[in-house]
């Protein structure tokens, strides 16, 4: 699972079979999603609430996107979503501000972060071309 992970080229190329091990993988993991549901709905609530889960996984991945997807950013990102919300919360019993305002305040953070991104990539890419072009010449 580790290797198939890390490359699934290289995975394959050793001979593993990776649709088998992705099966596998995600089978264990919604296996294990499913019982921790089943033990807070059958064990802490007796019953399932209509907000038991207000986007916390929309919430997730876009914290992990914040973050890079390493640990310390996904730390960072995770602290200043939960401040939008308690934020918005506060904001909406004080000044009457909608709680809506907060999604959007998200999505803006969302997408200045994956324009970062993509224009880190694009400015590596033509400095590394520059560099080429130069070795040639």
């Known amino acids: ?3 198939s992970g890390y490359n699934l080229q290289a995975a394959a190329y050793s001979g593993i079979d990776t649709r088998k091990n992705i099966l596998l993988v995600t089978f264990l993991a919604g296996g294990v999603a499913g019982l921790a549901g089943v033990s807070e ?3 802490v609530q007796g019953r399932l ?3 038991f889960s207000p986007g916390y996984g929309f919430d997730g991945i876009a914290v992990a ?3 890079m997807n390493s640990p310390i950013g996904i730390i960072v990102g995770a602290l200043l979503f939960g401040a939008f919300r308690a ?4 904001m909406q019993m004080r000044a009457q501000v909608p ?3 907060v999604s959007v305040i998200q999505a803006f953070v969302i997408i200045a972060v994956v324009a970062s991104q ?3 990539e694009l400015w590596n890419e033509h400095r ?10």
């Not at 590394?128 to 010449?137: G, H, V």
């Open 49 to 51: 609430y209509a907000l």
């Open 41 to 43: 709905v059958l064990g």
């Open 1 to 3: 699972m580790r290797v």
């Open 128 to 137: 590394l071309k520059k560099q080429q072009e130069s070795k040639e010449a």
């Open 87 to 90: 934020g918005g919360n506060r």
């Open 118 to 120: 993509m224009l880190l």
């Open 99 to 101: 709680d809506a305002i």
């Open 65 to 67: 996107l914040i973050g």
